[in-house]
C-alpha cells in the first residue's frame, strides 16, 4: 500500500489530487476507440469535517462528468442541495511522479459550487475509508496514538494510514 506523507500547514492538510472520468465510463471510451479527457491535476485538502468528498464545478465541468442525482447534505452553514457525480479521485505527492497513487476510480463525490481559497477537493472519509478498504460491508476500526498518528485496520490485517503526517506535527 502506498504511503503518502504531507506537511501539516497553516492552511490545512493540503494534498495534491487528480480528478478524472469514472473508471468505467474511461473503460468503455478506450473499448470503443473514443477519446479519453485528460484528467485534472488539483489542490486538495483532508476535510475532516465531511463524510462525502467534493469536487469544484469547474473541474467537473472541464472533464464533462454528468450529475448522477440531486440530493441534501447537512453543512455547518444548514441543508443544502447538491448534485453528486461519480469520479475517479487520486491522491498523490506531485513533487515525486515515481511515487505511487491512491486511486479510487469510481467515487460519488458532491459538487462543490463554492471550493475555498486555493482549494478545488474537498477529501472526506468516503476517501480515507475506501483507501483503506472499509465500507458498511466491510467494516475496520482505527487506533490514535500521538507517537503513530491513525493508523486504520481493514481486512486482512492492512495497515495504512493515509493522515499518517500527523506524527509529524508531533513534538519529539
Not at 453528486?84 to 467515487?107: F, I, N
Not at 474537498?122 to 507517537?147: V, Y
Amino acid at each position: 500500500m502506498p504511503k503518502l506523507v504531507f506537511p501539516v500547514l497553516a492552511d490545512g492538510l493540503l494534498v495534491d489530487v487528480v480528478i478524472g472520468v469514472d473508471g468505467a465510463t474511461t473503460a468503455a471510451l478506450f473499448s470503443s476507440g473514443q477519446p479519453i479527457t485528460a484528467p485534472v491535476p488539483a489542490r486538495g485538502a483532508i476535510d475532516t469535517g465531511s463524510d462525502v468528498t467534493a469536487v469544484s464545478t469547474a473541474i467537473l465541468q472541464r472533464l464533462g462528468i454528468p450529475t448522477q442525482y440531486r440530493t441534501t447534505t447537512r453543512t455547518a452553514s444548514g441543508i443544502l442541495s447538491v448534485n453528486v457525480a461519480k469520479a475517479s479521485v487520486a491522491v498523490r505527492d506531485a513533487r515525486d511522479p515515481t511515487r505511487q497513487e491512491l486511486v479510487e476510480p469510481a467515487l460519488s463525490v458532491m459538487e462543490l459550487t463554492t471550493p475555498p481559497a486555493m482549494v478545488e477537493v474537498l477529501i472526506g472519509l468516503d476517501f480515507l475509508l475506501a483507501a483503506n478498504s472499509c465500507s458498511m460491508a466491510r467494516p475496520c476500526s482505527f487506533r490514535w496514538s500521538p507517537e503513530q498518528g491513525v493508523i486504520y485496520h481493514g481486512e486482512r490485517d492492512r495497515l495504512w494510514s493515509m493522515i499518517y503526517f500527523l506524527r509529524s506535527a508531533v513534538p519529539s
